[in-house]
């Protein structure tokens, strides 16, 4: 695996180019001291130099204008001054006397700050006779100075440069290089080849990195497979689980997705991870809020009987959040569990203990309700002979009393008494109709069993519900599309014929006035469905009536509950029918409803194949 050397003067600092850059800077400054202190010597040296020429020239020059300047000779002097100033040196000279200026082209005095000023007398035979005054230019201190600096410059250049480039290759040979390979190595290492083995440098401080590296890769190596079986027991652990487990973090992305969530919502969990839980698991979505006080309260939270309905019928969870404690995202762990066994089952038996704890009750009502019933209707109907029958005795006390039975009964038919005589009786008659399916709800029957075949058991209550008056005040059963899904192989079923009718004839009774209460939505249309479950014979009965909410399915075999308006239904029916099946034949009962769809009653009893 080979490296992409970086540019010398790429962005990235590396050691090399560093400790290159340093020296070289050093190098650089150490020249640039020295260069500038022989520039001072070299340039302070040519100054001393130019300021004796200058200070031969000036006295050279006074001595020649002496003979001139004392004849007055001004001629001579400017000439001579002219030759002077031929030179680049001597710039500017001014000679006269204290009397009169005889010569000057020095320039204002506010220009010559740059130049050199000399000042001498002139003198003849020992008299002073004037003055002259000379400036010099310095050009050539300032192009002395300025070659100087400039050969400075590139000395400090060249030796830099060849300090800089000495160094860098050095440094590629020693430093660079070894590192290169160690990095390659690294990064081989890092992709996951652990059992690589870096070769060895000559340089011993090298090779105990190498070595160092070496060790490394060992011990992740060990580590990491460690870590893989850890990571698959832990894996194998959470998908064995038959509960839902989603890890999110405090952003709702999940970070964990066990096989059971897979299963439950068809998201592998490539697809799951790192999305929002809305997205994969919409049902878990106001679980985030729960999610964030199980975080901030450090406490798991739990939420029993959520209920969630699938193809219409209901299913229970309990979810239950773990908040992760250590971890420093945050976030949790959720599990579903699915109870809707559990809790069927538990309403099963709150059911069948309500059954039979209501069934004492009932036996011990209808005993006490049927002794005065019996006398009231006993009484009513001494009355009725008594006061519309035409019996001799009746006569005789009419006469005694100085009236006519024809009065008397005329008197009665007047003030509507026979009708109320026999509204009395028809309640009373009702009443006594309750108290005898009390009675059969309250204790088991003693009539014997036979084998009876279900198919002809169930037309047979059709055509009984097709001729009965009561329900045809409300709905005409013949108009009922009637749908047979009858199993030809079924086992005859071992039960009383009668108690089964009963059974059969009040669950056709509620499901057609639930379709006349439903007319308008489709027409009315049952379903009857009789096949083998096991070693029980399944009877389903559905409608397509208005159907039922989950608070009326819990509450449907519960004696003297109804739906129906006041005066139409004793809330007995559907109660009697649940004790026929469970406690007379050892069978079970079920509804399952959805509201507006219709309602599918289940009746499993044993077959014949069971008793053998």
Request: overall charge negative; hydrophobic content about 40%; some cysteine.
């Amino acid at each position: 695996m080979t490296t992409q050397k970086a540019p010398f003067f790429s962005a990235r600092r590396t050691i090399s180019r560093d400790l290159t850059v340093g020296l070289a800077l050093m190098t650089a400054l150490v020249v640039s001291v020295f260069g500038a202190a022989y520039q001072i010597y070299f340039t302070n040296k040519e100054a001393a130099e130019l300021k004796r020429e200058a200070s031969a020239i000036a006295d050279e020059f006074a001595e020649v204008l002496a003979r001139p300047l004392w004849n007055l000779d001004v001629d001579t002097l400017t000439q001579i001054t002219n030759a002077y100033l031929s030179s680049d040196f001597l710039t500017g000279v001014r000679v006269g006397t204290d009397l009169e200026t005889y010569f000057d082209n020095i320039p204002d005095r506010s220009h010559v700050d740059g130049w050199l000023a000399l000042q001498r007398d002139i003198v003849n035979e020992g008299e002073t006779i004037g003055s002259a005054e000379f400036l010099f230019s310095k050009d050539r201190i300032e192009t002395l100075r300025k070659r100087s600096l400039n050969l400075t410059l590139v000395t400090i250049f060249l030796v830099t440069l060849v300090i800089g480039l000495g160094t860098h290759q050095l440094m590629q040979h020693l430093v660079v290089n070894p590192l290169d390979r160690l990095i390659a190595g690294i990064r081989a290492i890092a992709a996951g080849d652990y059992q690589l083995a870096l070769p060895s440098e000559k340089r011993s401080d090298i090779n105990a990195l190498i070595s160092e590296v070496n060790i490394m890769a060992r011990e992740i190596d060990r580590r990491e497979s460690d870590l893989i079986k850890l990571r698959e027991t832990l894996k194998n652990t959470v998908d064995s689980m038959p509960s839902v487990l989603v890890g999110v973090d405090p952003e709702g992305r999940v970070t964990q997705w066990n096989r059971e969530a897979e299963v439950q919502t068809g998201i592998a969990a490539e697809q799951a991870m790192e999305k929002n839980i809305q997205v994969v698991y919409p049902f878990l979505a106001e679980a985030m809020e729960k999610v964030h006080l199980a975080v901030r309260e450090k406490q798991p939270h739990k939420e029993s009987k959520v209920t969630r309905r699938l193809g219409g019928a209901p299913q229970f969870f309990d979810i239950t959040i773990y908040p992760l404690m250590t971890s420093p995202t945050g976030g949790a762990v959720i599990r579903v569990d699915d109870i809707t066994d559990r809790v069927r089952i538990e309403e099963m038996m709150v059911q069948s203990e309500k059954m039979l704890s209501l069934g004492g009750l009932a036996a011990g009502m209808a005993h006490e309700i049927n002794n005065p019933l019996a006398g009231i209707m006993q009484n009513v109907q001494v009355l009725q002979n008594r006061l519309l029958g035409d019996l001799p005795k009746n006569r005789q006390v009419a006469e005694q009393c100085g009236t006519t039975m024809a009065a008397i009964q005329s008197y009665a038919q007047g003030r509507n008494m026979p009708e109320m005589m026999a509204s009395i009786m028809d309640s009373g008659n009702r009443a006594a109709k309750i108290v005898e399916n009390m009675l059969s709800f309250s204790r088991n029957s003693e009539a014997k069993t036979v084998l009876c075949d279900l198919g002809r058991l169930m037309d047979t209550t059709l055509e009984l519900a097709e001729n009965d008056y009561d329900l045809k005040k409300r709905y005409d059963f013949r108009q009922i599309q009637i749908v047979r899904e009858y199993d030809s192989h079924l086992p005859a079923v071992v039960c009383e014929a009668t108690k089964i009718q009963q059974v059969f004839l009040n669950i056709l009774k509620n499901g057609a006035q639930a379709m006349a209460d439903n007319a308008e939505s489709s027409p009315p249309r049952f379903i009857l469905r009789l096949k083998a479950d096991g070693d029980m014979a399944r009877i389903e009965i559905e409608d397509n009536g208005s159907g039922m909410d989950a608070a009326v399915c819990k509450r449907i075999f519960e004696p003297f509950f109804t739906t129906k308006p006041l005066g139409v239904g004793t809330g007995l029916g559907l109660s009697v029918s649940y004790f026929i099946v469970t406690e007379n034949h050892g069978g079970t009962l079920t509804v399952s409803s959805t509201p507006g769809v219709g309602s599918r009653f289940v009746i499993r009893l044993p077959n014949s194949n069971a008793h053998r």
